[in-house]
């Protein structure tokens, strides 16, 4: 019986990797000083895990950007144009490009960090949600008859370095199946998992290496044992691991899955001969029996028991009887504790988070609280439960202390969800006659231009926020500031002849965390950082109770803005959807019953800044893709009802305002029905990247309303051209009728610096203005 754990964040209590990686990306600290602060932080971390009581470390979980990026190097799958010499080591330089895209001549983004305009060059590789969290992982493209090679072992370093530090550790290896799965091919119809043959000798060699440095478990993660296979999926699972188990006893293999049950792939991967099989009981409990029932004798059990991915305590007695259900029928020997998945998605330590509610702060468990969890439920099955029982009750108090709490509940919430009616959900008109009274009032001319919402995060921008935050400045002075910048940005649109306005979002910390802290139900954390992508973090607001808005949000600023200019002004708000996917939200009421409350909230905020006079309000979604069940036979419920929560909070408002949505990271193929649903009136969307090939889908559903598929890809430091622009919005009008196109970049331009948003602004409205030249003609 051992407490183990899949997983730790990387980026630090303090962010300490975020800011050597952005200091080295600036060419402000040499290579060695980016490799001293990894090094530091793996060993703290190791370190912590064992202080709370964790037998063997999870090492080669660490990543200086991304772990499927670090598979895709250490096995050769590097696309040519990086720089990479075959047969030789992958240099830091390629690992970044491959990351961020080509680098040419520094120059400062929005956080001052160095950025560079590459004309052409080596892009990034594709960016995409990991599963259904809101982490961005790299996607590697590979080739038909692509071969594989090792370019390195860093699991073995990483074993070495642990076990010289004197840290018992367990490898982690992101398996082959999942690598082949999460790739893309670069020719079309070409299907990665053909390429699993020459792959496996690479996995090989790194077990036999593993097992030669003395490992005993290596953590084979095989998440996409929780989504619906193909039959040649399941194949590629059995050809795999009939090839690596045998080849380098006495090595055992965990099969790893999270983010769900494996449901029918259960018998599938009992079937495989490994030595383990970890089971995420958190998402999955009802998986227990069934696996119980079914696993060979010999086969060790890891038992996701404390939730990897949200913040609440576990309910330790609970999970200590399911502990002993499985003891009840197993040898203890043949069991493991564990998170249900690696703690990437959790903040580190609630020690720290001083300015938290005590109240609220002992229903909590951060990375380190969850491992001593762990610890105290393999313990208890060690030593039995009379040497847990004060743990226990400890948790029961936390438990008891959290169901009783009046805080959780508010009775105003309740009777507004239960006086909602279907009508909540409707606009008063179909869509064409909403479309002709909004384009009386506004007038707007043919491919309007606007932007998403968010002008340059700069470094000035955060200061000030900072600076207000730590006391060292008034309100008013902070008020006076961002006044003076939306009045900048105001005037800036104006002479960039943008048609429909923003503020800016300057008094943004982030899109959801800034939307919470005026909402009741929340509470905020200091350093409950997740890596989002890269060195960028967020800080999920933790959602405890009824959410409710007690005044208006934006009314004030959106007001302000609009008072400076006569063109008409985009109110800017997140959507239902997003607010509830981006935070961590309570588990004691179904999760469609927070979203409602949040739409509820929201549709007040829509109904307020219409009577404030903002013609338009964009209700961005981003996340309404990312919280997609993993499996297919689960979808249909969520799709139904995300879309009425976002239909609640926009449907408040007379035909002639005009609702935008804005969705970025989204493949739309299979969920496009759901989209045309919203019935937003203006939805923008991230085209720009993929060359306007997401139009297809809208065309193909001959979608109704008006788009503004984005033409700049956002996520790039490179500015377009208006040539290349316009030739996206051409290709754009042959799928869409021009008549009802937009003209937008991918997403906010938050991250981006005002050096690359001036020109591509600038570029953005001549192609439009091109556009409606030829259109008179
Ligand atoms: N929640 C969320 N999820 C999302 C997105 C998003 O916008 N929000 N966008 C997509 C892409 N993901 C992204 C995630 C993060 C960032 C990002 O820029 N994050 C910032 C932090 C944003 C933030 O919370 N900023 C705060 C705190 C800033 C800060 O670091 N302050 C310093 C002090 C700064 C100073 O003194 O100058 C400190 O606290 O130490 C603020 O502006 O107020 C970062 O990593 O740098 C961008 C995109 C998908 N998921
Ligand atoms: C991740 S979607 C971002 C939308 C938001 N309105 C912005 O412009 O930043
Ligand atoms: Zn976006």
Request: one cysteine or more; aromatic letters at 8%.
């Amino acid at each position: 019986m051992t407490a183990t754990n899949l997983g730790f964040p990387r980026i630090g209590l303090k962010r300490e990797l975020k800011s050597a990686l952005e200091s080295f990306w600036a060419g402000k600290t040499p290579e060695s000083d980016l490799r001293a602060t990894a090094k530091m932080l793996r060993q703290r971390h190791w370190a912590l895990q064992r202080d709370a009581g964790i037998e063997r470390v999870p090492v080669n979980d660490f990543s200086l950007y991304d772990h499927v990026l670090d598979t895709a190097c250490a096995v050769g799958a590097i696309p040519d144009g990086y720089g990479w010499q075959k047969g030789g080591p992958v240099s830091l330089e390629t690992y970044f490009t491959l990351a961020r895209g080509e680098r040419g001549t520094a120059e400062a983004c929005a956080h001052g960090h160095a950025h560079a305009h590459p004309a052409k060059g080596a892009p990034a590789l594709e960016m995409t949600k990991w599963f259904d969290t809101n982490y961005h992982y790299l996607v590697p493209i590979l080739r038909r008859g692509q071969d594989f090679a090792a370019t390195g072992f860093p699991a073995v370093e990483a074993y070495e370095a642990a076990t010289r530090a004197g840290f018992p550790a367990r490898p982690v290896l992101l398996g082959p199946v999942s690598f082949l799965l999460l790739s893309k091919m670069a020719e079309e119809g070409g299907d990665a998992l053909d390429l699993l043959p020459g792959l496996l000798p690479v996995y090989a060699e790194t077990l036999k290496r593993l097992a030669a440095a003395g490992a005993r478990w290596v953590q084979m993660d095989e998440p996409c044992l929780v989504l619906d296979l193909s039959d040649k999926a399941r194949r590629a699972f059995a050809t795999a691991y009939d090839t690596l188990s045998g080849i380098a006893a006495p090595l055992s293999l965990m099969l790893t899955t999270y983010f769900g049950g494996l449901r029918e792939n259960l018998d599938l991967a009992l079937a495989l001969p490994v030595h383990g099989l970890h089971l995420d009981l958190v998402r999955a409990p009802e998986q227990l029996a069934p696996a119980l029932a079914k696993a060979p004798p010999r086969l060790a059990l890891s038992l996701g028991l404390v939730n990897g991915r949200n913040v609440w305590r576990t309910d330790l007695r609970a999970a200590f009887a399911l502990l002993r259900e499985a003891a009840s029928e197993r040898r203890a020997e043949t069991l493991m504790v564990a998170p249900s998945c690696s703690l990437l998605h959790s903040p580190i330590d609630l020690e720290g988070e001083t300015a938290l509610d005590p109240e609220l702060r002992g229903w909590m468990a951060f990375a380190r609280q969850k491992l001593e969890e762990v610890a105290i439920l393999a313990r208890g099955l060690r030593e039995g439960a009379p040497a847990i029982e004060a743990a226990l009750a400890e948790s029961d108090a936390a438990q008891e202390s959290r169901r009783a709490s009046p805080r959780l509940n508010d009775p105003a919430v309740a009777a507004r969800l239960a006086a909602g009616t279907p009508e909540d959900a409707r606009r008063a008109s179909p869509f064409p006659a909403r479309q002709a009274a909004q384009r009386a009032r506004l007038n707007l001319p043919a491919f309007p231009t606007t932007t998403i919402g968010s002008f340059p995060q700069t470094a000035e921008v955060r200061a000030a926020r900072a600076a207000r935050k730590r006391g060292e400045t008034t309100q008013e002075e902070y008020e006076a500031y961002l006044r003076a910048q939306i009045e900048e940005s105001v005037r800036w649109q104006e002479e960039a002849g943008i048609d429909m306005l923003v503020h800016g979002e300057f008094e943004r910390n982030d899109m959801v965390e800034h939307f919470a802290e005026f909402l009741e139900g929340y509470a905020f954390t200091r350093n409950g950082w997740v890596q989002s992508y890269g060195s960028r973090c967020v800080k999920p607001p933790v959602i405890f109770g009824d959410v409710s808005r007690p005044a208006p949000m934006t009314v004030r600023w959106s007001a302000y803005a609009q008072s400076l200019t006569a063109l008409p002004m985009k109110g800017m708000l997140t959507g239902p959807v997003t607010m509830m996917q981006w935070a961590f939200v309570r588990d004691d009421v179904p999760a469609a019953t927070v979203r409602r409350q949040l739409a509820y909230a929201l549709r007040d905020e829509v109904a307020d800044l219409e009577a404030a006079g903002i013609a338009a309000v964009q209700i961005d979604e981003p996340a309404i893709r990312e919280g997609l069940p993993l499996r297919a036979a689960d979808r249909a419920a969520y799709l139904r009802d995300a879309v009425e929560c976002f239909r609640i909070a926009a449907s408040a408002v007379q035909d002639r305002t005009q609702i935008h949505t804005h969705m970025c990271y989204s493949e739309f193929n299979d969920i496009i029905g759901s989209i045309a649903d919203m019935d937003a009136d203006v939805i923008s969307i991230e085209t720009a990247r993929s060359r306007m090939e997401l139009l297809e889908a809208f065309a193909e559903f001959a979608y109704p309303n008006e788009i503004g598929p984005g033409v700049w890809d956002i996520h790039a430091p490179r500015v377009p051209d208006a040539e290349e622009m316009r030739n996206l919005l051409q290709v754009a009008a042959q799928r869409i009728p021009a008549e009802r196109l937009w003209v937008n970049p991918d997403c906010g331009l938050k991250t981006r610096g005002w050096s690359e948003v001036r020109p591509a602004i600038a570029n953005m409205v001549a192609a439009a203005r091109s556009l409606r030249v030829r259109a008179a003609e």
